[in-house]
T-cell receptor
Framework: AQKITQTQPGMFVQEKEAVTLDCTYDTSDPSYGLFWYKQPSSGEMIFLIYQGSYDQQNATEGRYSLNFQKARKSANLVISASQLGDSAMYFCAMREGNDYKLSFGAGTTVTVRA | NAGVTQTPKFRILKIGQSMTLQCAQDMNHNYMYWYRQDPGMGLKLIYYSVGAGITDKGEVPNGYNVSRSTTEDFPLRLELAAPSQTSVYFC??????????FGSGTRLTVV
């Protein structure tokens, strides 16, 4: 079974607008971590934001925020005030329990239009 | 601080050839990983290591081998290259449950 599901293969967003990227996860372990990475066309993996399962508040990092809904098992990434440089592939990933291996979703391509 | 260094960055192999993808980290991380990323897809775990001398299979280990003789190095070996191994390979390391560092990737084409 897929551990991480990203249902949006591609999205277009107007510059300066906000965009939400969906991510749902599947785990029975009460302790887990959720990550979002950005992969621009140059190919490197850039860490954006992390949410631990026991964190009480939603994680935020600058223009990135993670909408963590534990009961729904969703961890959506919100990018506010989109910039042209935000055009990239975005991956949601999860670590479970004491296992440090990351499981990745299939990714969502975001294209920011001027 | 170099982080995770992968070499080579690009390589073209002929079917049946062998090669080793190198990965080195200078952060003294115990955990190291090899992932592959097929075009338009997410990353899939090939092998991982929790420390020197300890390795284990990930989701897609067939056709690959690894070794971890030192904390710093985690080479990935392809013995008989096949077109299905055309992919981008990422090495990563971590020490905590939330701090992962990725290398810049090796783009491998098997023809």
């Amino acid at each position: 079974a897929q551990k991480i599901t990203q249902t949006q293969p591609g999205m277009f967003v107007q510059e300066k607008e906000a965009v939400t990227l969906d991510c749902t996860y599947d785990t029975s372990d009460p302790s887990y971590g959720l990550f979002w990475y950005k992969q621009p066309s140059s190919g490197e993996m850039i860490f954006l934001i992390y949410q631990g399962s026991y964190d009480q508040q939603n994680a935020t990092e600058g223009r990135y925020s993670l909408n963590f809904q534990k009961a729904r098992k969703s961890a959506n990434l919100v990018i506010s005030a989109s910039q042209l440089g935000d055009s990239a592939m975005y991956f949601c990933a999860m670590r479970e329990g004491n296992d440090y291996k990351l499981s990745f979703g299939a990714g969502t391509t975001v294209t920011v239009r001027a | 601080n170099a982080g995770v260094t992968q070499t080579p960055k690009f390589r073209i192999l002929k079917i049946g050839q062998s090669m080793t993808l190198q990965c080195a980290q200078d952060m003294n991380h115990n955990y190291m990983y090899w992932y592959r990323q097929d075009p338009g897809m997410g990353l899939k775990l090939i092998y991982y290591s929790v420390g020197a001398g300890i390795t284990d299979k990930g989701e897609v280990p067939n056709g690959y081998n690894v070794s971890r003789s030192t904390t710093e190095d985690f080479p990935l070996r392809l013995e008989l290259a096949a077109p299905s191994q055309t992919s981008v390979y990422f090495c990563a390391s971590s020490e905590t449950s939330y701090g992962y560092t990725f290398g810049s990737g090796t783009r491998l084409t098997v023809v």
